[in-house]
């Protein structure tokens, strides 16, 4: 089965120290590299912050464009790895390995299966 | 088949049942179709066996009857997933001559049960639809019964379970028994599951009786379920005795009226003995080998007060004792309360009240428990009026009619006191 692993956390106002930084992507890196390594992934990306978030609408046949994320949450969406694994459990066991399980939570979504 | 004569049908087989589902369970991955063709070999049952006399295998005859409908089923849908499944179904079918090994085998049939049990209680489900799967699917409650245990309508509870197994199916829960590492972090969640039914049963939380045995059956019974599939894991000897060394009491626990009859007050002489025995060796078993975990201390707890003669011999120092070692290991405000209580018997009524009066604080200020208790500290030390006041103030929170027609004559005799 194929799952979303999606990425929440808070964004942070100020930059971190840059040793931080440099630690928490080691991480990220690492974590990355075993998850390809392990032959599950299939995709991965991480998002500029959500300032840079634009949402569109139709009302009727009219665009509406407004600037940032739809909902107003505390944590937003940071990034997700797609991944295909036999069962929850196993998706549930990477994203717990995730950082984004220790900086912020961790939403694992099935991927919708159509009958052929 | 009609709902009601299904369930009929369950009934007369309801062990037989929730072995046989879990074994097609595993075998199909879907506990709908399990659930269908586990029922309608049982009905073939009800129809054949009076007539041509009770198979030789009557475990593996439902089993094959069951798995031919089955794959008669999977053939129909045509798709790539069902020609997967049949596939599955058939290389599966040399087990059903070993269906019927007998008991004590390492069977592949305890396994199943264990799986669904894992499946039923995964933290990735609602706790209350756990406690309902658990119910339907290994105490083989028809969904009206289970409904009935809720308290909620049929129709509720018949959408609360198939939002459940829809969630089972689409989200991937596995069936499958978590790995000896696992373990420990995912046995907690069933063993509450069953615990949670177990304390509805105790101390209903709403509606007119005080005690539903019916309920408190049901989880004795998959606690026993639970401890023969995992016989060495000792918290589930922990909460089978805690079960068993409770109920044991379960007839003196009201009075011919339905009214509650308090621990001090109870007719020991009728306290069920062998039940007693039967929850002792078990604490035993669940205190040895390591420090005992929470549902092994509350049962040792429970058997100090089975094996006293009267509340004044109780061994309330020994309590105590393990009430510090419950907190420990199971911090909470709840324990906090009952260990307070145990205190006031060793240290005097005002020690305790004290204690109680922290505990007000500490968010169990809406704990009918709580000032129930208080009331009857302030009681033993003649404060009738503060008594009075402590009652009325559980009386706001009670559930319960029993509770609430106990707390009311409480309530009045401090009253009559205070004046007087």
Known sequence: MQYLLLIYSEESTAPPPQDEIDASMAEWYAYTKA??????????????PSQTATTVRLKGDERVVTDGPFAETREVLGGFYLIDVPDLDTALDWAARCPGAKYGSMEVRPVMEFDA | MSGRAADSAEAVFREEWGRLLATLVRWVGDLDLAEEVAAEAIAVALERWPVDGVPDNPAGWLLTTARRRAVDLLRRRQTYAAKLTILRVEAERAETERFDAPAGDPDVIGDDRLRLFFTCCHPALAAEARVALTLRYLAGLS?????????????????????????????????????????????????????????????ASHGPALIRPELADEAIRLGRILHGL??????????????????ARRATRTDEAGELVLLEDQDRSQWDRAQIEEGRSLVVAALTGGPPGPYALQAAIAAV????????????????????????????????????????????????LRLLDDLA????????????????????????????????????????????????????????????
């Open chain 2, 361 to 420: 604080g500490a968010g169990l200020d809406q704990y009918h428990p709580l000032h129930a208790a208080r009331g009857r500290l302030l009681d033993r030390l003649g404060r009738y009026r503060e008594a009075a006041r402590a009652y009325r103030r559980a009386l706001e929170f009670v559930g319960n009619e029993p509770e609430r027609a106990f707390l009311t004559r409480c309530l009045t005799t401090a009253e009559e006191r205070a004046l007087g």
């Open chain 1, 35 to 48: 998850i390809r390594d392990s032959g599950v992934h299939l995709a991965g990306e991480a998002l500029q």
């Open chain 2, 305 to 352: 007060h089975d094996e006293a003669a009267t509340v004044e011999t109780t061994d309330w120092v020994q309590i105590v004792g393990l009430y510090d070692a419950l907190r420990e290991t199971a911090p909470s405000p709840v324990v906090e309360l009952n260990r307070a209580v145990a205190v006031a018997m060793v240290h005097g009524p005002a020690y305790g």
């Open chain 2, 230 to 247: 995992l016989p060495a894991e000792r918290e589930v000897a922990g909460l089978l005795a805690l079960m068993l060394l409770i109920d």
């Open chain 2, 143 to 203: 969904t009206a019964e289970v409904a009935r245990a809720f308290l909620v309508p049929d129709t509720t509870m018949a959408q609360r379970l198939v939002r459940a197994k829809r969630k089972i199916r689409e989200a991937g829960i596995p069936y499958r028994v978590p790995s000896a590492d696992e373990l420990p972090t995912r046995l907690p969640a069933v063993l509450s599951v069953v615990y949670v039914v177990f304390t509805e049963a105790y101390a």
